[in-house]
């Protein structure tokens, strides 16, 4: 059998993805998602899903792309790759953020305990608007 592939106009459609899916919003606490997470990825894979997440809020913050490569260790590649997916992906990353946003507002202002990370609000909201 032929190993399966996604396209571009299908992705969304395959069954296979779907269960993806509905296993992710499965999940009820993020012990459980990491849990999930762990069992179906590689440390790599999860490192480099992190890594990809930190550099879209780092972009949507008006960091430089090079910076934000020095910062994270991802290649200018992958920074570039980001941040056409902010720019004219399916939204995911913008409704991520703009999650994390609204966290850190109600965590009055900070994303994790005792740091403040937003450090350019008119990028921010340029990118989530």
Not at 39 to 49: F, H, N, V, Y
Not at 88 to 94: A, D, F, I, K
Request: proline share 3%; glycine share 8%; aromatic share 10%.
């Amino acid at each position: 059998m032929p190993k399966k592939r996604f396209t571009e106009d299908g992705w969304r459609r395959d069954p296979w993805f779907k269960a993806l899916c509905s296993a992710f919003s499965a999940c009820k606490t993020e012990q459980e998602l990491a849990d999930f997470l762990r069992d179906i990825g590689t440390l790599s894979e999860l490192q480099a899903w992190s890594v990809r997440l930190e550099v879209a809020k780092q972009l949507a913050q008006g960091t430089p792309y090079r910076t934000v490569a020095e910062h994270t260790g991802a290649s200018t590649t992958t920074v570039t790759r980001v941040a056409r997916f902010l720019e004219n992906g399916e939204g995911g990353y913008r409704r991520i953020l703009r999650a994390y946003q609204h966290r850190r507002l109600a965590l009055g202002g900070h994303a994790e305990e005792g740091k403040n990370v937003e450090r350019n609000p008119s990028a921010l909201k340029r990118y989530l608007g």
